[in-house]
Structure formats: C-alpha cells, structure tokens
C-alpha cells in the first residue's frame, strides 16, 4: 500500500512539471515574421541621381524622381504572396506602376495606377493590370482589366497585392472590397524581381511570401468559352514588313503556301499575335485564314476587335477595310483599344466553303484580333483551318515537273503550253502572253484575273480548263 502511494505521488509530480512547462512555452509570446524589405540603398537597383532614401512624413520613405525607370528589388525572387506598400503619387507624372513577376525588362507584370484618372470614381482608367510581352506594354489589348481607383492626392495610400497561382486581387487603402480582381495573370512568367517607377515616396514596402489569404491559385472560368459563335482558330503566316502609307488589295493577297503554321484563341477570343511574334520595330502585317461551311447561301455580321488596321475578304473579295489607331487619333470605342465591339463588316455566304481571310497589321504596343459572327443561321461549321495548312505544306514540297509540256484539244485552235520560273508553273496560251499560275494543291491551278482553274491528272497525261461553266479537256502531246 505505502508503494502504491508513493507510485501515485510521483505520477502526480510528473504531471504537474510537465503542465508548468506546457504553460509557460504557451506563455511565451511567438516571434512574429518580419516582412518589411529596408529602404537602404543596398537593397535596391536603380539609376544614379533618380532615387533619395529619406524621412517623409514621420517614415523611412524612397523618394522616386520623375522619369526614374525602374526601381528593382535585389535577390529577391517573388512568386506567390503578398506585396504591401504605402504610395504617395507626384501627380505630375502620368503613372505610378509596380512591377511583379518580372524576368527581364521584356517579360513582366504591372499593376499601375494612371495619376490623372486616379481620385474619379467614374474613371475606369484609375488603375489597370497587364503583362508585358518582348517590352511591349499590352494595355490596349487587356481594356476589361482596369477600374477606378480613389486615390487620396498628397496623401498616403495603401496598396495590397495578393498573388497566388493564376490569380491577382489588388487592395487599395483598406477597403474590404479589391479594386482589381483579376481571373488570369497573362504573363509568360510566373516568379521574378518586383520593382517600383514613377515620381512618387514609397514607404513600408512589405513581402510576405505564400500569404495568399486563402486566394485560389486556379484561373477563374472564360464566359465566352461558352459561345460558339467565336472564331478561334487560324491558319496565319509569318510577319512581313508593311512600308507606312501601303495598303492590302485584292491584288496583294498571300500565296496559299505561306499558311504554314495556326493559332488559337486565348480568353475572350483574343488572337494574341503579339505573345507569339512579340513587338513590332516598324509596321508589320500577319495574314489571318479560316474556313466557313454553309449549307446555303446565308448573311451574317462579322464582330471584329482589332489592333491596330485590318483588312477583311470573303472567298477573295474585300468587304472591310478599317484602322483603330490610338496616336492618330483614329480609335475605335472603347478609346483605341481592342474590343469585340471595335467594328462590324458583312458577310454573304455562298454554299459550301468559304474563305475568310484578314490582314493585321501593328507598329504600336499590342497587336491582335478578336472575331465572332453575329448569327450562324445557314452555318454548319467554322474553325476549319487543318486543310488550309496541309495545302500550304504540299504547295511547298511541290514538284513541277509532272505538269509541265503542251496539251491539245483537236477541237480547238490553241495550245496550253506549261513552263516553271522557280517554284512558279506558267502557262501560255498559244498567241498569247504567259502568265503566273497560284497553286492550290490537289494538282490544281489558277489564274485569278481570268477566273480560269486548271486541274491535272498527271497519271492520265491531261488537263482540264474551267472558266465559270465553261469545261476544256487538254492532253499532254
């Protein structure tokens, strides 16, 4: 019995230490992160004589001279978390920007605040997010991520960053509410240096590392993925220089072997030429093709953004030529940027297949198009771009040498005579001039101007002229 006591005044004792200790480890205050990034000049990069480390309002601030570039965080890679910072904007200066994300100065995000829109709550243009591809800011071609933003003048103002995944939610001044919430961060990159520009004090810069507030990093859900109407896929060609001052005609159409390659439509429908060619030193231009299959003839508009001049043509023949050009004052709504409700052009179907072709052209920041037919009465399908690259690539590897030599008809005066000049079949009527043949695959050639196709077969040694309803058998003598 005493043992037996003594067991349970020892257990006792045990328990009532071990309770102490629990007590005062949960006593012991825990040290809270330290996420304040020091405004000392080691920290940071940036060009001689823009940049002051002060004391501004009671706070260790930088002060951002006008036209500083930028301001770079140094060793720090950022991915997912949370950016805090208090701004006080110069209002001279036309935007006060973050950058995040940033792999070069040419692949990057921002987040900016436009400092003469700032402060009017009836202003979407307050503060905007976009990526930035090959240095190309492409603010014109992301209008719907912009809003209003109050900024207080002369006073500090609190911008909160939350970065998780694919998605962004901007804060500004403690409202519960974000004043950006963005579905999808379109930059190429998803982890890089942070930098400030613009004349302005920043102070309290914060980085607080996969805090995310419980933000998803999932994309949100495209609504226009749900309307057929949509065209997003195209056979294109590469990018060719486009002098200033030149148009795009019926006569300067693109070979059919160029369509080399396709591309399809990112959110909203968005043809995002700038991400796959990057920016444009002088004037380009990029030919843009698809296919659509009537089940009879049928009309229906063509809803068309664009950035920045567009040329469109239905089965050959122009139906729309128009420009949205933000420096000549020659902008489409909404203010020069792209838009699915920048213009309209009118389309007449034939039964069967139809071609819809559409120059761009760009020499300034984004560069692309977005395109949706306003009915599909009569439409049977769209998107058909596989056969439009299969041409080109058997136009490319085509052998000439099948076609060529004279064919007759006894029953007429005149002979076809079929001669190459490179990778070009010409034909020469007897008495007549030689002219250039456009190949279209499928041993079949054509002469536009004459509405003339001629169609081989090779095995059979003949070839048969079409002009309209007008049929003409040749053979090879």
Not at 378 to 405: M, R
Request: proline residues 5%; glycine residues 6%; contains cysteine.
């Amino acid at each position: 019995m005493k043992k037996l006591i003594q067991v349970i005044l020892i257990l006792l004792t045990i328990q009532s230490i071990a309770q102490k200790n629990k007590n005062k480890v949960e006593s012991t205050p825990q040290k809270r992160p330290d996420y304040a990034v020091p405004l000392t000049p080691e920290q940071w990069a940036f060009k001689e004589g823009k940049v002051e480390f002060v004391e501004y309002k009671g706070k260790k601030a930088m002060k951002l001279a006008q036209n500083s570039g930028q301001v770079v965080l140094k060793d720090v890679v950022f991915k997912d978390g949370t950016i805090e910072f208090d701004v006080e904007p110069v209002l001279t200066e036309f935007a006060q920007s973050i950058y995040f994300h940033q792999k070069d100065p040419k692949e990057q995000e921002i987040v900016y605040l436009r400092l003469a829109r700032s402060g009017n709550k009836l202003a979407n243009e307050g503060i905007q997010y976009c990526p930035y591809f090959d240095a190309v800011n492409m603010w014109d071609m992301y209008s719907e991520y912009q809003a209003p933003a109050l900024v207080k003048a002369g006073e500090w103002n609190h911008m909160k960053l939350i970065i998780s995944g694919k998605r962004l939610r901007v804060f500004l001044n403690g409202s519960p509410q974000p004043v950006l919430d963005i579905p999808k961060l379109e930059g190429n990159a998803s982890e890089g240096s942070i930098a400030f520009e613009g004349a302005a004090h920043i102070a309290n810069v914060q980085l607080k590392p996969n805090e995310v507030e419980g933000l998803s990093p999932m994309e949100l859900p495209d609504l226009t993925d749900h309307d057929a109407y949509y065209l997003r896929k195209w056979a294109l060609t590469a990018p060719q220089n486009l002098p200033a001052g030149s148009e795009l005609w019926a006569g300067n159409l693109p070979k059919l072997e160029l369509f080399t390659d396709s591309i399809m439509a990112e959110r909203r429908g968005l043809i995002n030429l700038t991400r796959k060619f990057g920016g444009s030193p002088s004037r380009r231009v990029v030919w843009l093709k698809t296919k659509i299959m009537a089940k009879e003839a049928a009309k229906t508009n063509l809803q068309l953004g664009f950035s920045d001049e567009v040329w469109v043509f239905l089965n050959n023949q122009p139906v729309l030529a128009d420009k949205n050009l933000f420096l000549q004052n020659m902008r489409k709504y909404p203010d020069g940027r792209i838009s699915i409700q920048n213009t309209t052009a009118k389309l007449t179907l034939k039964p069967g297949e139809n071609d819809l072709l559409i120059g761009v052209a760009n020499d300034f920041y984004g560069w692309g198009i977005m395109a949706r037919l306003e009915s599909t009465e009569g439409i049977t399908e769209t998107d058909k771009v596989t056969n439009i690259i299969s041409v080109a690539k058997e136009i490319g590897n085509l052998d000439l040498e099948p076609y060529l030599g004279t064919y007759s008809n006894n029953e007429l005066p005149f002979k076809l005579s079929f001669s190459k000049k490179e990778k070009v079949l010409i034909v020469q009527p007897t008495g007549q001039e030689a002219v250039e043949l456009q190949a279209l695959g499928k041993y079949t050639f054509a002469y536009a101007p004459s509405n003339a196709v001629f169609e081989f077969s090779p095995v059979d040694k003949k070839v048969i002229l079409r002009q309209g309803v007008d049929t003409k058998e040749f053979k090879k003598e």
